[in-house]
């Protein structure tokens, strides 16, 4: 029988052994590469927000760092 043009022709085993084997590689480039990459973009966004959010000192004898008089 003839294979129209439209229609799909049917998988064969070794077709579907290519597409399990490319399925497997695509996990497993997820876990070596996208996770450790969106690990890095996390830790930079919350060492940005520590940085820009914690409370400066300009006076060091406030804290009690710096020199102070009457000791």
Request: glycine letters at 6%.
């Amino acid at each position: 029988m003839r294979q129209l043009k439209g229609k799909p022709k049917k998988e064969t085993s070794k077709d579907k052994k290519e597409r399990k084997q490319a399925m497997q590689e695509a996990r497993q480039q997820i876990t070596t590469v996208v996770l450790p990459t969106l690990a890095v973009v996390v830790l930079l966004i919350v060492v940005f927000v520590y940085v820009a959010t914690r409370p400066t000192v300009t006076d060091l004898s406030a804290c009690g760092l710096g020199k102070t008089e009457g000791r």
